[in-house]
């Protein structure tokens, strides 16, 4: 047995969208969680579009979320100055602006799959979601995935493959079918250890006690 193999590891199964704050505030608060209890995860992040019509030129953020959850100009402002104070407790930058927009993602989870084929997928998850939320890039843009691409250690010429081919596309429509077919409606949605499913972002105390809940179960 290996010293690797000494440490206590969960599966964790994340279904999540790039542009969605709570997928990221939901991992920074899980992976506090796991350096609390010093068990391991093994991340698997899975496909799902919130907005799968968005034209390729996207659409204002402020007047998107009006739009989608009838938020009046005040509460949104409100829930972004939330979201900026929560990343900034968990260590990560959220820059939001009147020009702030959301993106058609669907070339975001081609690459996505592709990169676990590769054993890149989680750093391009967290290239994708600074670029996205802290450098404020268009990441449907080809420029913007490619430069994610390259910091995550990846071969930016065969991810450009990839999107012209689209040979991830198939799979990664078959993967959100799976999830909302099992009644994946919202992300974050975290399955842990392939047994407990967990939606939103819960809090650290909330994810600690799973864990440990998956470790006794576990053992």
């Given at each position: 047995m290996s010293a690797a193999d000494t440490h206590p590891t969960v599966q964790v199964d994340i279904v999540s969208d790039v542009v969605c704050?709570?997928?990221?505030?939901?991992f920074l608060q899980l992976d506090q969680a796991l350096q609390q209890t010093g068990i391991q995860a093994r991340i698997r992040w899975h496909p799902f579009e919130l907005n799968p019509a968005m034209p390729p030129e996207g659409q204002n953020l402020r007047e998107h979320i009006m739009e989608k959850y009838g938020s009046t100009p005040d509460q949104s402002q409100q829930a972004r100055q939330q979201l900026t104070k929560l990343g900034a407790e968990l260590g990560f930058?959220?820059?939001?602006d009147d020009d702030s927009r959301i993106?058609?993602?669907?070339?975001?989870h081609q690459l996505l799959d592709w990169?676990?084929?590769q054993g890149r997928q989680h750093p391009l998850k967290m290239a994708l979601f600074k670029a996205y939320f802290t450098d404020q890039k268009d990441i449907s843009e080809i420029d913007t995935l490619l430069s994610a691409v390259s910091e995550a250690g990846l071969?930016?010429?065969?991810?450009?493959?990839?999107?012209?081919?689209?040979?991830?596309?198939?799979?990664?429509?078959?993967?959100?079918?799976?999830?909302?077919?099992?009644?994946?409606?919202?992300v974050p949605s975290m399955?842990?250890?392939?047994?407990?499913?967990?939606?939103g972002a819960q809090g650290?105390?909330?994810?600690?006690?799973?864990?440990?809940?998956?470790?006794?179960?576990?053992?």
């Open positions: 704050p709570w997928c990221i505030v939901g930058a959220f820059n939001f993106m058609n993602t669907f070339s975001t990169a676990e084929t071969d930016a010429e065969a991810a450009r493959s990839v999107l012209e081919s689209g040979q991830q596309a198939s799979s990664v429509r078959e993967k959100q079918e799976f999830w909302t077919s099992r009644g994946i409606s919202g399955v842990f250890g392939g047994k407990y499913l967990v939606t650290v105390d909330a994810y600690r006690q799973i864990l440990h809940r998956c470790m006794a179960e576990a053992a």
